[in-house]
């Protein structure tokens, strides 16, 4: 009896099926067992029952809470571990200064130290270095600037820090600059060196200071006797007032020896000078910084603000128009001055005591009015309100007709970030 189609149909599908290998075993994935659960805790917990055969409420409370005092205990907590505590930065300072101010009175019967002092030389509680660092320093000296690597005017200006003489009549700007121009100079035995065209650093070898003491013509000659036999002198033929003069030269136990400083970074004259000059003992090494470069420098650094100051007032929009002449005359008059957030510069009422134009930042300026409140008994009260106006920006500037007409000024202004502005005071501008 022949098939019906659907029969058919379903018969063949199934032997074409039977004929299809089975899909490949797959790997069940592992579990991963939490590592916040402690499972014998776990366990405790699962085999908490009643405590009594039959359920009554007190055994069901009783487990309840045999359950709620045993479920915490399942979870693993990680132990807390606080952050490292550091000292405060003041706190080590101060450990510092109270080491250094110790030493001090340690050594406050040092001889050796008020004898440094005396001699012009370095403290010993300057920024310490040792003989291979101050070896190095030499070797660089000795060679031309140009020479040097970033590497070495960096050692040599770190070297010239530790020198109080120094650091405590230069800004560190102008230190940096002026190490990368000086070089050493070698002086044989015997030989002057005049300190009133710069100031002068003894690297190697030691140095006799001279003098100058003054003598009256009219005393008795045998008042020389009083100095040392051995001492030298050399006159001036033209002194005033009948005085004598001359370089003195002391015993041999005034010695300058090594980082000993003498002479000035001002073009001096030479009578001016504490140390005249010094005569040198052994073949030394000097380091010259001349006073000319230092003035130069000045003049440079003058020159740099000057423009910088012209720059600022010509872009002020009530100075546009202004001859680059009158804008030069007041120029001297400008000084620099920084004023914090929130600091009230000026009060409205008050006569200003400046001009000032500002370089950046900017100010917020408020007009004070007097308004009305309303209180809860029907009347009104007078109060004075700031009102914010406007806001005084970079390369713009005000007081000018406070100051001329010596009128009040009619705002008040308060810096709105750190300030920096350049101002004249009236007592110039009077």
């Excluded at 140390?275 to 380091?287: M, P, R, Y």
């Excluded at 009422?349 to 009015?369: M, P, T």
């Excluded at 007078?382 to 005084?392: A, D, E, N």
């Excluded at 500037?397 to 010596?406: M, Y």
């Amino acid at each position: 009896m022949p098939l019906s189609p659907l029969p058919a149909a379903i018969l063949s599908h199934m032997i074409a099926i039977d004929n299809v290998p089975p899909p490949p075993l797959r790997k069940l994935p592992s579990l991963k067992m939490p590592k916040n659960i402690n499972y014998g805790q776990l366990d405790v917990l699962c085999r908490i029952r009643g405590k009594y055969g039959q359920w009554s409420s007190h055994s069901m409370l009783a487990t309840h809470e045999a359950f709620m005092a045993q479920y915490p205990k399942i979870f693993l907590y990680k132990e807390a571990r606080l952050p490292k505590i550091f000292k405060p930065v003041e706190e080590r300072n101060l450990r510092k200064e109270t080491r250094e101010s110790q030493q001090h009175l340690d050594d406050s019967h040092n001889i050796a130290v008020h004898v440094r002092k005396a001699r012009g030389g370095s403290t010993l509680y300057g920024e310490k270095y040792t003989p291979e660092m101050f070896a190095e320093f030499l070797d660089i000296v000795r060679k031309l600037p140009v020479e040097r690597t970033a590497h070495e005017h960096n050692v040599v200006w770190k070297m010239l820090k530790t020198i109080p003489e120094l650091t405590s009549q230069l800004k560190d700007e102008h230190l940096r600059t002026l190490s990368k121009n000086i070089i050493s100079e070698t002086w044989v035995k015997g030989s002057t060196v005049y300190g009133n065209d710069g100031f002068y650093i003894i690297l190697k070898g030691q140095a006799r200071p001279r003098i100058k003491v003054y003598k009256n013509l009219l005393e008795d000659t045998k008042s020389t006797t009083s100095l040392p036999s051995h001492s030298s002198f050399i006159f001036d033929e033209d002194f005033p007032n009948s005085l004598l003069s001359g370089l003195y030269v002391p015993s041999y136990d005034t010695v300058l020896g090594q980082l000993s400083t003498f002479g000035s970074l001002k073009i001096t004259p030479e009578m001016e000078l504490e140390i005249q000059s010094v005569v040198t003992e052994d073949n030394c090494e000097i380091l010259k910084i001349p006073a000319k470069e230092y003035e130069k420098l000045k003049l440079e650094k003058v020159k740099s603000e000057n423009l910088q100051k012209l720059k600022l007032i010509r872009k002020c929009p009530y100075y546009m128009e202004w001859p680059t002449l009158s804008i030069y005359v007041l120029i001297p008059l400008l000084k620099w001055k920084k004023f914090p957030p929130g600091h009230v510069i000026v009060k409205s009422g008050n006569i200003i005591s400046f001009v000032a134009y500002i370089h950046s930042g900017y100010c917020n300026i408020y007009r004070s009015i007097i308004g009305l409140m309303k209180l809860q008994t029907n009347k009104v009260k007078k109060i004075r309100k700031l009102v914010y106006m406007g806001t005084l920006k970079k390369n713009e500037s005000f007081g000018e007709i406070s100051v001329l007409l010596q009128v009040p000024f009619p705002c008040t202004v308060i810096a709105g970030t750190e300030v920096e502005m350049a101002i004249i005071e009236d007592k110039d501008i009077l």
